[in-house]
Structures are given as C-alpha cells and as structure tokens.
C-alpha cells in the first residue's frame, strides 16, 4: 500500500470488470451537501474523480509534489519514518487528466470570504503553467469555493489569467466569477460535478471553431 502526498491510500485491486459501452451516462444526484460533512474542496474533487474513473467517464488525477528527501529513520525495520525533506520544484496545478480526448489541467482554490476572491492565491508559475497548456489547445481552469456561502465555481483559466496580468487588480468580485464560470451544485455521485463545466468550455470552443 502507497500513501501519495493527497493523503489518499493506493492498494492493489482487483480489475473492474469493463461496461459494454464506453458511452458516458452519469446522473447527479442532489440534494446531498458534503460540505456540511467537514469535506474540504479537494475532497470533494478527489472523490468526483474516484467516480468520473469507475463510470469510465474520465482519467483525472491529483498531481503528486514532487520532495526531495533528506533524512529517513527506521524505527521498525517495517517502517520508514521521514524525518527531514524539501520541495524539489514548484508544483504546477493541482489536477490533470483527460476526458473524451481533451487534456484537462485545473488548479481548486477555495476562500472564505463572502465577496470576492483574491488573486493573491494564485502563484505566478501557476498561471504561467495555464497558460502554456491553454496554447496546446487544453481544457484549463479553476474550481473556485465560496465556502461561507457553499457555492463553487468552474472558471475558465483565460478570465484568471487576464485577471491576475491586470494591474492594480488584487481580487475577482464574486460578480465577477458568477459573469464568467459555470455554477455547480455539491451533490452525490459526483460530489462536485465539474465535468458539466467542462461539457459548456467543449461546446464553446466548438461553436467558435465552427463544428
């Protein structure tokens, strides 16, 4: 068993024995609030993604930080403790997969504040790193919780990024981030369906090419 930096435990399994179709058809169920249970954003994103790869309906994962380790103590010849480690580099954004062939890159911020959102939390190599993928023609964006008001946004990675390069800008209103993302609702299988967002940003980008 691997414990990978999101906290999450990977185990062998058992493979899952294949649908006979690979057409997507998923139904959210509402009505359930998970953010009332003590679940944080990335939580609820880990466990939508657990569900898009069961229903074969996407490959999205978590991306690991990359450490460099320094000093490991063996307690127990069975168990490795990490005593002393560094980052190595900085981390991108926080997700990346794909979904019916498009590449998806997407950073989950949340915030507490009622009006706005700051731009602060944002890191310049991560929109740097939004908007090289965004150049190869990637699905990017950001899941944005309102978590006082329990409201989550999928915001295009275009809008934040002409928002964080604006001077004297410092935070999105939360105007601002209703006029330009996609709403959506917590719920159950997934708890956060951000892959109707994305289904929106497909069509869009097909309307504009026009297909």
């Avoid at 005593?83 to 998806?104: H, K, P």
């Avoid at 006082?148 to 934040?160: C, E, G, K, M, W």
Wanted: hydrophobic share 30%.
């Amino acid at each position: 068993m691997v414990k990978y930096p999101s906290g999450s435990l990977a185990a062998f399994r058992k493979p899952v024995q294949k649908k006979p179709t690979l057409k997507r058809s998923y139904h959210h169920k509402k009505g359930v609030n998970f953010s009332d249970r003590g679940m944080t954003l990335e939580q609820q994103i880990n466990e939508s993604n657990k569900y898009y790869l069961s229903e074969e309906i996407a490959v999205v994962h978590k991306k690991p930080t990359p450490i460099q380790i320094v000093k490991v103590d063996y307690p127990k010849r069975s168990k490795a403790v990490i005593r002393e480690a560094y980052f190595r580099q900085a981390s991108t954004t926080d997700y990346n997969g794909v979904y019916q062939g498009y590449y998806l890159d997407f950073e989950a911020k949340e915030t507490k504040n009622k009006t706005n959102f700051p731009l602060k939390n944002f890191h310049e190599h991560q929109i740097y790193h939004l908007d090289e993928c965004l150049k190869q023609q990637g699905i990017c964006f950001t899941i944005i919780g309102f978590t006082s008001l329990d409201r989550y946004f999928v915001t295009p990675a275009s809008f934040v990024i002409q928002a964080w390069k604006t001077k004297n800008k410092s935070s999105l209103t939360l105007k601002e981030i209703e006029d330009h993302s996609v709403e959506i609702k917590s719920g159950f299988h997934p708890t956060l369906p951000y892959i109707e967002a994305v289904d929106h940003f497909i069509k869009d980008r097909k309307r504009l090419n026009g297909k």
